[in-house]
């Protein structure tokens, strides 16, 4: 049996990279799965190829900032599904082509995507799963949330750091309801367009990792999917790093 068999999911940031991969993997294992980003056209074209596949998806445009535009997405899914099963907090940018480290409206942009947007998606997502009588949330942080580095605006650490830590207080507040959320941090993945570390940076990176290789997007779905399905019914609060050992040092 598939192991998201009948769930209904929101991925954020799911028109490209992580959140797409996250995304397709979901509809493969049975859920159904509301692609969500502020990139329409290449949202609509994850999940027309998502059911050109013979999976179940849609596209709902999605500013993971805006408090309204989360509300009309959550009520739009449990009008059209009936429930919400699972949320996964994908959305996220990562500050690494900012020129100035210090930079305040760096800061602010960063931590209102990266934290805020997750702390606005739960909100929503929680009174919809307690209609449900439980649910699954998973946020993703990175390593640049337990650990420091120097090369980058420390908002993205602070925005990063502020996820892992927001998830432990409703894991343990909605324990009771059936509600689990968890986090998922992803170390040295593949570069997307803009925002990308230098290849300096990278290959220093990749020197000092255990494994010494980057990790793959699909390595770090399998974590989320893990999480997601009733396999992990007995995990809340929890933090599962995919960094090939970077962390362990």
Known sequence: MPRLDGKVAIVT???????????????EEGATVVVCDVSDV?????????VAHEGSAEYLHLN??????????IGEMVRRHGK??????NAGISGYDEENNLGTSTWDRLLEINAKGVFL????????????????IVNISAIS???GQDFIHMGYNASKGAARLMTKSPAIRWAEGGIRVNSVHPGLMPPMAGG????????????????????????VAYAVLF???????YITGGELVADGGFTAQ
Request: charged letters at 30%.
């Open 42 to 50: 290449a949202g609509q074209r994850v999940a027309g190829d998502i």
């Open 145 to 147: 949330g337990i650990v």
């Open 196 to 219: 990308s570390a230098s290849s300096e940076t990278r290959d220093a990176m990749t020197a000092n990792i255990p494994m010494k290789r980057t990790g793959r997007r699909e390595e």
């Open 84 to 89: 919400l099963d699972i949320l996964v907090n």
């Open 227 to 233: 999480l997601a399905s009733d396999e992990a019914s």
């Open 64 to 73: 993971a900032t805006d408090e309204d535009n989360w509300s009309e997405v």
């Open 121 to 136: 998606g739960m909100k929503h997502a929680i009174g919809a799963m307690e209609q449900a009588d439980g649910g699954s």
């Open 13 to 27: 940031g799911a028109a490209r990279g992580m959140g797409e991969v996250e995304a397709r993997l979901f509809a």
